[in-house]
């Protein structure tokens, strides 16, 4: 779906009217954005919907189950009325969610993509009947957050930090993962927005500290999910905030409903750490060296594939309020299970690379030994540089723990089933690796 691009640059929080328009354009973006919002305007009064575009649905035209006001917005599916927010829409997964729904969600009039650092993708996005506002913004700024919510249906909050390597303090992981999700729910209920879907992570449930396997758990397997490290301890308080969130009463007297995903690991086009691997094998003459047994199997799941659950988890959450509210949902696909290195190979063999060695070339203690040095080394150089290898005590732990998940709860709640194959999310990936963005950046 071609969208119109209204890329709001002005502070920290644009709006619809003090976009930049891309430069060097004659009028014709101006009067065909004219013709889009005549036809738009057509669209609402057809459907009863606001006659200004700046008006919002009341509770019934938003369609309230089993209302009349349901079935004529099912009936006028195609006057595009909702407002989504994405958090974290220029990062690796909020990239996939911010394209996805412009492909696959037809009820949309503006997609607000909110991020600390705004990516120069956002410009492409063309003219269109879907108004894209990039809002550069912090989360742990509550009135940023709140400037951004303001007048959105649905927030999708993916934005965080994503750090196992110490490149981030913990002071600022917690900051960002917690408070920030904090300021987002507190904007929702303050902003009378109803629909939070969050995005949570596999380790809010492991591997824990004991390195207890999880082999083909659901949401409802009994593990002791025991964390010391700041980022899965931050996901596991996030993600109890929204659910305990869910329920709270929001302006305009209706609830809130919440949901929260748990992809395991994310892998697809943009995945920074696959980039890394890549590039570490390029440097190692093509090859990478085996440290984790074979047997040690982690899920992995298609980025595409948890962009489509986090659309179709928005799209029915309305609806099912009351099945899927206050709910999370394992976040997976038929990616293969394998030990995390040997699933990387899956991409990085077909880019020329060889992994070397069918067992650990390393003693297991040899690597506990070679992780302490890693740590040590990355305390000393702190003031210096920042050391941050991918091996360290808790990747390494990571990696020789089994967590697989096998689930229908997304399936038998809202429907999901994956939209890329397996076949299709590798080759995908293979030719994003082989391509210039894969081994130039
Ligand atoms: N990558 C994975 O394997 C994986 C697996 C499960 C869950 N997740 C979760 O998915 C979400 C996205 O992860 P990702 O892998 O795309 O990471 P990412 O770092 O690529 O994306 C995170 C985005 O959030 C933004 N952000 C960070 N701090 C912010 C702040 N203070 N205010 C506004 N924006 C901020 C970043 O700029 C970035 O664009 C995270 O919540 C992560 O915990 C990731
Ligand atoms: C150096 C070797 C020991 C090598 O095998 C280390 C691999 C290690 C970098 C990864 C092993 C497991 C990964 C994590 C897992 O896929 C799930 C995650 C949850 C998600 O929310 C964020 C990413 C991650 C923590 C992911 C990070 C890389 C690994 C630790």
Redesign the pocket.
């Known amino acids: 779906m071609p969208v119109d691009c209204q890329v709001a640059t002005r502070g920290r929080c644009g709006s619809r009217g003090g976009g930049q328009r891309a430069r060097g354009l004659g009028w014709a973006p101006f009067l065909e954005r004219a013709r889009r919002e005549e036809k738009r305007a057509e669209g609402r009064r057809r459907c009863g919907g606001p006659a200004s575009p700046g008006g919002s649905l009341s509770s019934g035209q938003r369609g309230r189950p089993g209302t009349v006001a349901a079935a004529r917005m099912a009936a006028c599916a195609e006057a595009p009325e909702l407002v989504y927010l994405v958090t974290g829409g220029c990062g690796f997964l909020g990239e996939h969610v911010v394209r996805m729904l412009l492909e696959q969600e037809p009820r949309l009039r503006e997609l607000r993509v909110f991020d600390l650092r705004l990516s120069p993708w956002l410009e492409e996005l063309k003219t269109g009947p879907v108004q894209v506002t990039a809002i550069q913004g912090d989360v742990t700024q509550a009135h940023e957050v709140a400037a951004a919510v303001s007048g959105a249906h649905v927030v999708i909050h993916t934005a965080g930090v994503?750090d196992?390597?110490g490149r981030v303090s913990p002071e600022t992981i917690y900051k960002v993962n917690v408070q920030g999700t904090q300021n987002v729910i507190e904007a929702c209920v303050q902003m009378g927005t109803r629909f939070l879907v969050h995005t949570s992570?596999?380790?809010v449930v492991g591997p824990n500290i004991k390195g207890q396997p999880f082999h083909r758990g659901d949401e409802d397997t009994p593990y002791e999910a025991v964390h010391k490290h700041p980022?899965?301890q931050s996901?596991a308080q996030a993600e109890r905030l929204v659910l305990e969130a869910n329920g709270r009463e929001v302006r305009g007297g209706l609830t809130l409903v919440t949901c929260a995903l748990r992809?395991?690991?994310?892998y697809g086009e943009g995945h920074q750490?696959m980039r890394d691997f890549y590039r570490q094998g390029l440097r190692l003459g093509g090859r990478l060296f085996r440290?984790?047994p074979a047997s040690v199997e982690?899920g992995?799941v298609y980025v595409g594939n948890v962009a489509w659950m986090h659309v179709l988890v928005a799209r029915e959450l309305e609806q099912r309020a009351a099945l899927m509210g206050g709910q999370v949902y394992f976040c997976y696909d038929q990616s293969p299970y394998k030990?995390?290195?040997d699933f990387n190979m899956e991409f990085l063999g077909p880019c020329g690379l060889r992994l070397v060695g069918t067992r650990p070339l390393l003693p297991h203690w040899l690597?506990v030994l070679l992780t302490a040095l890693n740590t040590l080394l990355q305390w000393l150089l702190r003031p210096l540089v920042l050391y941050a290898?991918?091996?360290n005590p808790?990747?390494?732990a990571?990696?020789?723990t089994t967590?697989t998940v096998s689930t229908n709860k997304a399936q038998r709640h809202f429907g999901y089933k994956p939209l890329f194959s397996w076949e299709v999310s590798r080759a995908r990936t293979i030719l994003w690796l082989q391509g210039k963005e894969g081994s130039a950046q």
Not at 263 to 266: L, S
Request: net charge neutral; glycine share 4%.
């Open positions: 994503v196992v390597f992570s596999m380790e980022y899965p996901k992809p395991t690991g994310i750490i440290a984790v982690h992995r030990s995390y290195e690597l290898p991918l091996l808790y990747t390494l990571m990696a020789n967590f």
